[in-house]
């Protein structure tokens, strides 16, 4: 944080080699002070930086509009953290609480959680279907190309 700026950083693996503290987007940052032991930022604009632009492979444009950020952190011993914003997923999730062994001033919102966050996480990050509709799409091109080939070769072996 610098002059109302942030930059939201991750360590980053890709073709089994791991780069750290990569500079992924800049947000807005204008009022950035505690307020009851709490550092708070809600619905930040973000935009996504070069190396944030290589990280994704180059399918976004470094300067692009991102997802906005929101976080906690918490200044002071004891201070719980707000529950993470609503994105959509799981219905059935509770709200989310501050993990109580985690030393203030390393928690965080997106770190902090009911035991099983982390697991939610993971198996959400397994549930798109893109590779059914791929799979779908393929057999629909190789059977469209083999009734293709039996069109040409019957009209080729019947007589006119």
Known sequence: ????????????????????????????????????????????????????????????????????????????????????????????AGPVTAAPSAPAGQRSAATAGSPGAAERADSADGSSRTWVFAAAGAALLAAAAAAALLVVRRRRTTPN
Not at 66 to 74: E, F, G, I, R, T
Not at 79 to 86: G, H, K, S, T
């Open 1 to 92: 944080m610098r002059s109302g700026r942030g930059t939201l950083s991750a360590d980053v693996t890709s073709a089994g080699r791991t780069q750290r503290a990569v500079p992924l987007v800049t947000f807005r940052a204008d009022d950035f002070t505690p307020e009851n032991g709490l550092i708070a930022l809600t619905e930040a604009p973000a935009t996504l930086t070069g190396p944030g632009a290589r990280a994704f492979g180059s399918m976004y444009r470094a300067g692009t509009a991102m997802d906005p950020v929101s976080l906690a952190v918490a200044v002071d011993e004891g201070v719980r953290l707000p529950a993470l914003p609503d994105l959509g997923s799981d219905s059935s």
